[in-house]
């Protein structure tokens, strides 16, 4: 219950008042170390609403779910659903061509395996998110992003380590 | 706004319980039937007495396939981990008429990765060849269940995976006074990350890994 208070209130304080950027990002994942041997790169998606504490600093929640493949035509596949809290800082939030800025994000991550028939028992495990974006307008009020991330599921024994590459739509609503 | 936080909040009441974490990373960057390197050793202690080895030997080629070759006392097997499957090469033969006959030579499948709790895989070959004007056929059917993770029965091993193999062999020399001679059998294995096989337990056999040492790359 500690885990989801948290989350409510986060939620709430998110929605209560302000200017809120929704983004939904369309994500190639590509796994490092091991634990992607035999699956293949995963795609993903995402929808998150950031409130804008200034127009440089924004902070909220989102969703991303992911999945990947078999690497070797094979019947595996694997999948994340990661609700998790976001921060992110840029640094010319007005430009119309190059504004750069920095993303984090923080939360949980489910991760589940299915392979010939099988399901493998799911993971809870706390993951972080670490990249950078190139933001740029695609006219009023629409925006984009083209980001490159690094992400760890903090899983016992193994970190599920993988490189994002990002593409979003955003757009501001006055709430 | 409300509504949607709401719906956002009841999502996250209905995942958040029973949010277990457990090592499934790790056990997809695991390799649960190594054959490799060379100098790899497996000592296994046979119940009732007895062990037998298994040693990497060195790597070959069989079928125009590199592959690892593993001795275990005179016998010598043939294997492949790649690709998300492991193959062993059998070279099938039957005795008639004081003659070896070979049935078939095949890269057979033996599991394909990641293995999963539930998963189900089946096997077969149907071979036949002629012998002195008799026909000599040889059908194997195996039915493998994966379960898991679990701890091997002896505690030893975290995060294995029980393989369960139903294995039906039916031979049948056609000729006068031979009828089809039907073979069934069924075991456990345990597989344990980086390890391999560390428990086979049939009816009439048990065998336990008692030591492990890794070849050198």
């Known amino acids: 219950m500690y885990k989801a208070t948290i989350l409510i209130f986060t939620v709430v304080a998110t929605l209560t008042a302000g200017t809120v950027n929704f983004v939904f990002e369309g994500v190639g994942i590509t796994p490092i170390g091991g634990w992607g041997e035999n699956l293949s790169s995963g795609l993903a998606g995402g929808l998150y609403g950031d409130w804008l504490f200034s127009q440089k600093f924004r902070a909220g929640l989102g969703i991303e779910g992911a999945v990947f493949g078999d690497a070797n035509q094979g019947s595996a596949s694997f999948t994340q659903l990661k609700p998790m809290g976001t921060a992110s800082l840029y640094l010319r939030p007005y430009g119309t061509v190059f504004n750069p800025g920095v993303v984090v994000g923080f939360g949980y991550c489910r991760s589940q395996l299915f392979s010939g028939g099988g399901i493998d028992p799911a993971s809870w495990d706390l993951f972080w998110r670490a990249g950078i974006r190139w933001n740029f307008s695609l006219g009023s009020p629409w925006r984009a992003g083209l980001g490159l991330d690094l992400e760890s599921v903090m899983a016992p024994e193994k970190a599920g380590d993988a490189f994002r590459l990002t593409f979003g739509v955003s757009r501001e609503v006055q709430l | 706004m409300k ?92 005795l008639f008429n004081g003659f070896e006959v070979p049935i078939y030579q095949a890269w057979i499948t033996m599991f394909q990765w990641p293995l999963a709790d539930g998963m189900t895989l089946r096997d077969s070959v149907s071979a036949q060849a002629v012998s002195q004007g008799v026909t000599l056929s040889h059908t194997w059917i195996r039915n493998q269940t994966v379960t898991g993770p679990e701890v091997s029965p002896n505690g030893v091993w975290s995060d294995c995976y029980r393989i369960h193999q139903e294995e039906m062999v039916i031979n049948w020399i056609q000729t006068a006074g031979f009828t089809p001679e039907t073979t069934l059998c069924a075991r456990n294995i345990w597989l344990a990350p980086d390890v391999g096989m560390v428990i086979m337990q049939s009816a009439d056999s048990l065998i336990t890994l008692s030591s492990f040492t890794g070849g050198e790359e």
């Open chain 2, 3 to 94: 509504k949607t936080a709401a719906i956002f909040t009841a999502i996250l009441l209905i995942m958040l319980p029973g949010c277990e974490s457990n090592p499934l990373y790790f056990r997809l960057s695991s390799n649960y039937f190594p054959v490799s390197p060379a100098g790899a050793t497996w000592e296994y202690s046979i119940d009732g007495g007895g062990s037998k080895i298994v040693t990497v030997v060195d790597q070959s080629v069989i079928g125009e396939r590199p592959c690892w070759r593993l001795q275990s006392g005179a016998d010598y097997a043939y294997w492949i981990n790649e690709d998300g499957r492991l193959e062993k090469y059998e070279n099938h033969t039957v």
